[in-house]
C-alpha cells in the first residue's frame, strides 16, 4: 500500500503590523485633543478674541514706548541724574506693565492706570515743550520737539486709544477707531510698534 504524503501547507505571509492603536480608557482625556486645543493662546477670559488682541497690541506698543524711553535715558543722564532716573523709571515701568499684560490676565483697572499713567507723561511732554522742565540745570527753557519724542508721543496716544476701545468701546470718541480692532488688528499694531522705534532710532532725541 502506497502512503500518500500529506499536502504541503504553504507559510502564511507574514505582514509588518503597525502599532496598536490606543485605547481610550473611559474617563481619560485625549492627549492628542490637548495639544491641538493649546496650541493657540485662547483668548482672555470674559473677552472676546478682538478685545484680546487689542490687550496684546497694547502690551507690545507699551514695551515699543519704554524701548525708546531707554535710549533717551542715556542723553539725559549726561545732562543731569535726576532726568536720566526720570526716564529709567518710565523705560522699566513701560516695560514691565506691557509685559504683564502679555503673562497674565488683565483686569480693566490695570488698563485705566496704565492709560493714566501714559496720559499723564504725554502732559509733562508737552509742559517741557512748551514751558519748559521746573527743575534741573535747563529749569524754564523749552525743549525743541524731535522725531524721537514725537513717536513715543504718538505711540502713548495710540496706547490710550486703544485702551479707551478696550474697556468703553461704545463711547462717541473711540466709534470711529474700530479700524484698530478690525479684521487687520494685528498686522495695524504691531505696524505701528515696529514703525515707532525705527523712527525714533532714526530720529535721534532733540535738546
Request: charged share 15%; proline share 10%.
Amino acid at each position: 500500500m502506497r502512503r500518500v504524503a500529506p499536502p504541503l501547507e504553504r507559510p502564511a505571509t507574514v505582514g509588518v503590523a503597525g502599532p496598536p492603536a490606543p485605547e481610550l480608557v473611559p474617563g481619560e482625556p485625549d492627549i492628542d485633543g490637548l495639544v491641538d486645543a493649546t496650541s493657540t493662546p485662547p483668548p482672555q477670559p470674559g473677552r472676546p478674541r478682538p478685545i484680546a488682541d487689542a490687550v496684546r497690541i497694547v502690551a507690545w506698543l507699551s514695551i515699543a514706548a519704554g524701548t525708546i524711553h531707554a535710549v533717551a535715558t542715556i542723553d539725559h543722564f549726561s545732562h543731569w541724574w535726576l532726568y536720566g532716573v526720570f526716564f529709567l523709571a518710565l523705560t522699566y515701568g513701560q516695560v514691565l506693565w506691557g509685559v504683564a499684560l502679555l503673562r497674565n490676565p488683565v483686569s480693566d483697572r490695570a488698563l485705566r492706570l496704565g492709560a493714566i499713567a501714559n496720559l499723564a507723561i504725554v502732559v509733562a511732554w508737552l509742559f517741557s515743550r512748551t514751558i519748559g522742565v521746573p527743575i534741573g540745570p535747563e529749569a524754564g527753557s523749552p525743549e525743541p520737539i524731535g522725531t524721537m519724542d514725537g513717536a513715543v508721543v504718538l505711540v502713548q496716544l495710540v496706547t490710550v486709544a486703544y485702551v479707551a476701545m478696550i474697556i468703553r468701546p461704545t463711547l462717541r470718541v473711540v466709534r470711529g477707531l474700530r479700524v484698530l480692532i478690525g479684521a487687520h488688528r494685528m498686522r495695524i499694531g504691531m505696524m505701528l510698534a515696529s514703525a515707532s522705534v525705527f523712527a525714533a532710532l532714526l530720529g535721534g532725541h532733540q535738546h
